[in-house]
């Protein structure tokens, strides 16, 4: 089914209430000059809830496109909304007590929050290519004033540099190839390019042409995952951001831009055959994102071993979990897609709370190096304790959210009968492990001559952290909803 | 009239110019001289083929889209550019290496 401009607004409360809650920001921050470091996080959350809200009432019936097919609606992408706002929620409470923050007036910071989010529940949604490539540029062009947000410090401002030269880049890169794709098919609508790829048959100068298109888009898509070899804005980026931006990029641009990848890939150039997709021959485009996925883990992992710095050390290890969160993309099946999400939905709970214990730290600490986190354990059994857990559930020790990921990944895996990517994935696991161990031991076990200071966090602080907690301890219960949830949530516009 | 291939040429060397200035470069603002070169390429290759195909405006449309979003893009490049000569002054970005360990 495809509405039309009018009857699409009523689906499309969610990004209407962002819309509104950006300029209401905007103008309480210049009309409340007393009140608005009061009204303005207030106003930003009440407008994520309201969004999240509208979002959970969304009743869309089958899967079907608004405004004359320019996106797409369908329980997938109502997946992603609801998963991005919740990260957007709690990037923002994690966001108000954070010491790099209070130097700078914030006003600013709140829009863009919601810009970002705004822009990243489109990209969800997008099914025509001049969507995707807005939505991208809306996400991305927000997040580059965030990372440089703190204006006056040079780390942030070189990390911005960073992201907004490699960010063009690839974009651009990227649109190079829509526009190569829409010579080949006439069209910029993904299902009139699936079908008119379908027509004709791809061989000769049309299959290189196409494999172009394949590499150039992973351009695209791979520098909004940070995926090897799209990655090298990652740990700069990562570590000169603010930490609650860090945490933000590492989670919710992350999840937009694979569900951007699967619905270019799925709705564009595969074909729904029962319980799984079959790509258009001619271009073996899941190869080159197996290959993508394996180096991306083993490069990610490897690289984390030798860091230092608590911030790059997670950056690459989030460049790793893009790795797993793709080797459920590639397999074209229905479980692959639906693996793909639950490691999504628990590695929002896991990531975020390890950078949130990050910033906890440096608010008092005013330190990133792994060195420093000697003795924590003495002086914040709380902080310590939570910190293990978000590792070890990023690990997938089996009592913890993160183990449910990681079996249905490679569950995904093995029933498609890839037994060696499994392997790699297993052995990543493993060096992973090793790395995050590190932080554990140097937090509990190592102590330094000091006397141990007790740690202050805010209640605040103190709540959200729990609020983080609780997932990663219950899911491995609450289980069966979590598989029901995401099971509905692979349905795609015009696939399975 | 101009054949298709032609247009399609002069987009490839842009292209590749685009990638080659962005590589090269080391002066921030050339960089972002070279982006453009890269998203013009893209613009010339959807007008092309828009005008060479049965499909309607499609690809001039959406041209005029990728002409906005790059304007966006240079401005908000250019002021980070900015705030980051403000800290460093200078805009070489072998300069702005402390993040590189």
Partial sequence: ?496 | MIELKYYLLISAALFSLGVFGVLTRRNAVNVLMGVELILNSANLNLVAFSRYSSSGIDGQMFAVFVIVVAAAEVAVALAIVLTLYRVLNTVNLDRADVLKR
Avoid at chain 1, 107 to 112: C, I, R, S, V, Y
Avoid at chain 1, 149 to 161: G, T
């Fill in chain 1, 1 to 496: 089914m495809n509405l039309g401009n009018l009857d699409s607004l009523t689906f499309f409360y969610p990004e209407l209430i962002l819309l509104g809650g950006i300029l209401l920001v905007v103008i309480s921050d210049i009309a409340l000059k007393g009140l608005r470091n009061r009204v303005n996080p207030l106003l930003t959350l009440a407008a994520l809830l309201l969004a999240l809200f509208c979002t959970l009432q969304t009743d869309h019936g089958s899967a079907m496109t608004l405004f004359e097919g320019m996106l797409a609606l369908d329980n997938f992408a109502l997946f992603f909304k609801v998963f991005l706002l919740v990260a957007g929620i709690l990037v923002l409470l994690g966001s108000l007590h954070s010491e790099e923050l209070a130097s700078v007036h914030r006003g600013e910071f709140h829009a863009l929050l919601l810009a970002v989010t705004l822009g990243m529940l489109l990209m969800a949604n997008s099914a025509h290519l001049v969507m995707l490539y807005l939505s991208l540029e809306l996400v991305s062009l927000t997040s580059y004033i965030m990372v440089g947000y703190l204006r006056s410090d040079r780390l942030s401002n070189e990390a911005s540099m960073k992201y907004i030269l490699f960010g063009a880049v690839s974009t651009g890169a990227m649109l190079y190839g829509f526009s190569l794709l829409y010579g080949m098919t006439g069209s910029l609508d993904l299902f009139a390019i699936r079908d008119a790829l379908l027509a004709q048959e791809v061989v000769g100068f049309n299959q290189v042409t196409l494999l172009l298109v394949v590499v150039l888009t992973t351009a695209g898509f791979g520098f909004k995952t940070a995926a090897v070899p799209f990655h090298f804005w990652c740990p700069d980026v990562y570590t000169g951001a603010p930490t609650p931006v860090t945490a933000f990029l590492s989670v919710a641009p992350k999840a937009a831009g694979f569900a951007i990848l699967v619905r270019f890939f799925l709705s564009g150039l595969s074909q729904p055959a029962g319980e799984q997709w079959r790509f258009i021959s001619g271009v073996d485009w899941p190869l080159v994102l197996i290959v993508v996925s394996v180096l991306t883990m083993t490069l990610g992992n490897i690289a984390a071993l030798t860091q230092n710095n608590l911030k790059r050390m997670l950056a690459y290890s989030s460049i790793a979990h893009a790795g797993y969160i793709l080797m459920g993309a590639v397999l074209l099946t229905g479980s692959g897609l639906k693996a793909m999400l639950v490691y999504l939905f628990v590695y929002l709970f896991m990531n975020l709370g390890a950078f949130f214990v990050v910033t906890v730290i440096f608010n008092s600490e005013k330190t990133f190096e792994l060195q420093d986190y000697n003795g924590m354990f003495r002086r914040s059994p709380f902080l310590a304790i939570a910190m293990s857990i978000f590792l070890l559930s990023l690990i997938g020790i089996p009592p913890f959210a993160g183990f449910l990921g990681k079996l249905y990944i490679f569950g995904a895996v093995i029933d498609q009968g890839l037994y060696w990517f499994a392997v790699v994935g297993a052995l990543n696991a493993a060096v992973a492990a090793f790395y995050y161990m590190r932080i554990m031991k140097h937090m509990i076990l190592e102590n330094d001559d000091r006397p141990p200071t007790p740690l202050r966090i805010s209640t605040l602080n103190r709540a959200l952290l729990i609020l983080l907690l609780v997932p990663n301890i219950v899911l491995i219960v609450f289980w069966a909803p979590i598989d029901r949830w995401t099971a509905n949530s692979i349905t795609l516009f015009g696939g399975l």
